[in-house]
């Protein structure tokens, strides 16, 4: 499957961006996705899960109450909605899909087989 994030920009403490991915090739279905970010000089880091059918979600301690994923399956989108925005925000956001047979949503990096190109969320003080 490949991916393409989208959404991404500058935005003020406190306001909010909602991210994109936009998935082609492959049974959409048969993936897990989510969505990771990496802030200058620092590892790339999970921040939201969802599972093939939507009923497993995800999130990094540092996003929970503020960010929401969710995806449709009919048109093969991820979307991750990212509220009360802090300058620590600040990374590329990329989506990323995880082929697998169970229900379960991973919170590293290795188990995601595909991956697309990110998108820069700046959110200035």
Same mark, same amino acid.
């Given at each position: 499957v490949q991916l393409q994030a989208?959404?991404?920009?500058?935005v003020q403490v406190g306001g909010s961006l909602r991210l994109s991915c936009a998935?082609?090739?492959?049974?959409?279905?048969?993936? &897990?996705?989510?969505?990771?970010?990496?802030a200058p000089g620092k590892e790339r880091e999970f921040v939201a899960g969802i599972s093939r059918g939507?009923?497993?979600?995800?999130? &990094?301690?540092?996003?929970?109450?503020?960010f929401t994923i969710?995806?449709?399956? &009919?048109k093969r989108m991820v979307y991750l909605q990212m509220n009360s925005l802090k300058p620590e925000d600040t990374a590329v956001y990329s989506c990323a899909a995880d082929y697998t047979v169970t229900g379960v949503v991973e919170n590293t990096d290795l188990p995601y087989d595909?991956?697309?190109r990110g998108t820069l969320v700046t959110v200035s003080s």
């Amino acid at each position: 499957v490949q991916l393409q994030a989208s959404g991404g920009g500058l935005v003020q403490v406190g306001g909010s961006l909602r991210l994109s991915c936009a998935a082609s090739g492959g049974t959409f279905t048969d993936y &897990a996705m989510g969505w990771f970010r990496q802030a200058p000089g620092k590892e790339r880091e999970f921040v939201a899960g969802i599972s093939r059918g939507s009923k497993r979600i995800s999130y &990094a301690n540092s996003v929970k109450g503020r960010f929401t994923i969710s995806r449709d399956n &009919a048109k093969r989108m991820v979307y991750l909605q990212m509220n009360s925005l802090k300058p620590e925000d600040t990374a590329v956001y990329s989506c990323a899909a995880d082929y697998t047979v169970t229900g379960v949503v991973e919170n590293t990096d290795l188990p995601y087989d595909s991956w697309g190109r990110g998108t820069l969320v700046t959110v200035s003080s």
